[in-house]
């Protein structure tokens, strides 16, 4: 890499008005520190409160409960986190690498919330609630409704697969004030 | 053992909790978001049972919170559940206020949704 | 490969860009403390996995902070918001490189080149010199604090430091620094 190089990375990102971009190791600690960074900009940048909370809230279910698989591999750990204007909304994206098993119950369970309609949303997220019990992951399908609730919009994603072993997926969701 | 008390402070991602009979405070608030939240609320599940034993005279639980994930949301449909529960066992005098802040109508959704899940007294209290 | 890609835009084409390109991070964003912070630890979790001897890792590490030093005193004018500060930490079989990158006023380029020009022409005695010189003169003003850290960061990575300014608009360019350290 050269500076001429990394100026076509950072072009990249600027052209497509990303105002906040990371590639890195996903933790706690780096989910609150982008919050905190992300809330800075888009208060400079003078985002109504409601908007706020549906991007920080996309920001930490995915994180948490999304893009979280036991990975074996360290150089495949990184995930990439993106948010961007276009017009009068606001682009997230929340993506890394993952195991081709866990990609699929993933996109099944997506592909399942992004059917039902915004009237159910609601009554299925109280009905699986209750159902739930901690420690036993099942918060996928409660976060992804969750998500949807709050975002009011279908949860995208962009699916690329690498090998036999593992695909790239990456959330998107698109707020508008 | 003394159940009478339960004191954590609020950081980043976890609410602050002051249990304190004494004081007739039961305060959760905040911003919930840990990645563990069973770790983090055991304690709190502790001193409910303890307290749950006994209730005394009139309890007023408070929820003052910013922002919690879905794994807090469970949490607090457990605690709820426990308080509903200490009601209808013990007939214990037990109400829950839900506070939340005006320009937050997220806050307020979810406090009337979970009043109309649960069977104790429970007020919604803007600030 | 298979692609199921919506058309809108791609994320997989950054990733793997950054990926193939071995970027250990990227940030392009404000920096505050808390970001700093929290760009440190991850590039010392990076490191850690990393296969070259301590030394190394101490100087991309000490290099960094130095960069972001000069990120965080440069990264508010006024004018120009268009283009947000940016680090990147990356290596290849040799080197590991750190690039930061901030909008400079067009005012102030002949100034940073000749600093740079002068530190990469300078040998490990000649940056001696010049670093206790700089320091004794210790001018209290932006330009002056990053003249400093050029010296430092020449004499940390024993390696010419690389630049370029790349033209925002009239009055602005991005300038990005790059700062080789050899694997050893």
Redesign the interface.
């Known amino acids: 890499m050269n500076t001429d190089s990394t100026k076509k990375i950072y072009d990249k990102m600027v052209n497509q008005k990303f105002v906040v971009s990371l590639m890195g190791n996903f933790d706690q600690d780096l989910l609150l520190s982008l919050i905190n960074i992300t809330e800075n900009k888009l208060s400079g940048m003078d985002v109504h409160d409601s908007l706020k909370r549906k991007i920080f809230h996309f920001m930490v279910e995915c994180s948490q409960n999304l893009l979280k698989s036991d990975k074996e591999s360290d150089v495949l750990s990184d995930n990439i986190f993106l948010i961007g204007q276009e017009g009068e909304s606001y682009n997230v994206h929340l993506g890394g690498i993952l195991p081709k098993a866990t990609v699929q119950n993933l996109i099944e369970t997506v592909e399942e919330v992004n059917t039902l309609k915004r009237s159910d949303l609601r009554k299925s997220y109280y009905d699986r609630l209750f159902v739930t019990k901690l420690g036993s992951d099942n918060l996928l399908l409660l976060s992804m409704l969750s998500i949807a609730r709050k975002t009011g919009q279908n949860i995208d994603y962009e699916l690329i697969e690498l090998d036999e072993v593992n695909s790239f997926l990456s959330f998107k969701t698109s707020i508008t004030h | 053992m003394s159940t009478l008390q339960l004191q954590i402070s609020g950081t980043?991602?976890t609410p602050n909790i002051t249990f304190n009979e004494q004081e007739k405070e039961f305060l959760i608030s905040g911003r919930s978001?840990?990645?563990d939240?069973?770790t983090f609320y055991k304690p709190v599940f502790e001193w409910l049972s303890g307290f749950g034993q006994n209730p005394v005279g009139k309890t007023t639980f408070k929820f003052k919170l910013e922002?919690f994930?879905?794994?807090s949301?469970?949490?607090i449909?457990d605690i709820l559940m426990k308080l509903e529960d200490m009601v209808q066992s013990s007939q214990a005098e037990i109400a829950v206020e839900w506070h939340y802040s005006e320009?937050?109508?997220?806050m307020l959704e979810a406090g009337d949704?979970y009043k109309e899940?649960v069977e104790v007294p429970f007020d919604l209290v803007a600030y | 490969m298979n692609v199921l890609v919506k058309p809108s835009l791609n994320v997989f084409d950054l990733y793997t860009t950054m990926f193939s390109n071995r970027v250990l991070l990227i940030y392009q964003g404000l920096f505050d403390q808390q970001m700093i912070k929290t760009v440190l630890s991850m590039t010392e979790m990076k490191l850690v996995k990393e296969n070259v001897n301590e030394n190394v890792k101490k100087k991309v590490f000490n290099i960094m902070m130095e960069g972001l030093q000069n990120i965080c005193k440069h990264q508010f004018l006024k004018e120009e918001t268009s283009h947000n500060p940016m680090l990147l930490i990356s290596r290849d079989d040799n080197h590991h490189h750190i690039f930061t990158g901030n909008t400079i006023h067009n005012s102030k380029i002949e100034l940073v080149s000749s600093k740079i020009e002068q530190v990469n022409g300078l040998d490990k005695d000649g940056l001696k010199e010049l670093y206790k010189k700089a320091r004794l003169n210790s001018v209290i003003s932006e330009v002056g604090g990053a003249g400093l850290g050029f010296i430092d960061m020449a004499r940390k990575s024993e390696n010419p430091l690389e630049y370029r300014f790349f033209p925002i608009n009239e009055n602005y360019s991005f300038f990005i620094l790059q700062v080789k350290i050899s694997n050893q």
């Open positions: 980043e991602d978001l840990p990645e939240v069973s922002y994930n879905t794994a949301s469970k949490i449909l320009s937050d109508d997220d949704e899940l």
